[in-house]
């Protein structure tokens, strides 16, 4: 496997932020080429040529261009399987991707920037109205995660797992929108430890963020 490796990517994106994990925790390196949602650039011709879905993140990598997030990091797993993401058990394997899609599938999709913004223009809702739609959500999808979450040690065990690599992006939404978390104590340690990580820190949003 040879060829440069590129990332297309926007700092505050959470299914990015999901990839760069991924690609740090398999000491993949890569190129980031910025992809601002802000200012629309995922609707370019350029990138819409690329990825005609118009979403982060997507990854040029051995000759293909892979999208979705949990797609891109089931293919690093299965390529460069070492250090291994997915449980080797096909329950265990099940029971991650389960947590992982409470979060990529339930929660995430939900309240991201185009659904915020079809919010506003359509239904005519206040800032503070679409935050709270975000809460909502976030507090449901994590209430279930709190209840399936071990009382010591990661989702994933002694190493992170797939349903970590999401669920940290995840938290860094409920800060932004100050969703309280006094009901999740346990993803609250989960959390902490995981940003101990140096794959987890290299990959957060204010360590990618441009200048």
Not at 48 to 68: K, S, V, Y
Request: net charge negative.
């Amino acid at each position: 496997m040879s060829g440069e490796i590129v990332l297309y990517d926007y700092w505050r994106s959470s299914a990015a932020y999901r990839v760069r994990i991924a690609l740090n925790l398999k000491g993949i390196s890569y190129r980031s080429v910025p992809v601002d949602l802000s200012l629309g650039e995922q609707g370019g011709a350029d990138y819409l040529a690329r990825n005609p879905q118009g979403l982060i993140p997507a990854l040029e990598i051995d000759g293909n261009l892979l999208t979705q997030s949990l797609a891109i990091i089931d293919y690093l797993d299965a390529t460069r399987p070492t250090p291994p993401i997915a449980p080797a058990d096909p329950a265990l394997r099940s029971s991650d991707i389960a947590r992982a899609l409470v979060i990529a599938a339930d929660i995430h999709p939900i309240q991201n920037l185009r659904v915020m913004k079809r919010l506003k223009s359509q239904f005519g809702a206040a800032q503070e109205q679409a935050v709270e739609w975000n809460r909502h959500w976030i507090s449901l999808g994590f209430a279930a995660l709190e209840a399936d979450a071990p009382e010591d040690g990661l989702f994933g065990g002694d190493s992170p797992s797939l349903a970590d690599i999401c669920l940290v992006p995840q938290m860094a939404n409920s800060r932004r929108f100050e969703t309280p978390l006094d009901d999740y104590p346990r993803l609250v340690r989960i959390d902490s430890q995981l940003r101990a990580l140096p794959a987890f820190a290299a990959a957060a949003p204010d360590a990618v963020r441009p200048a």
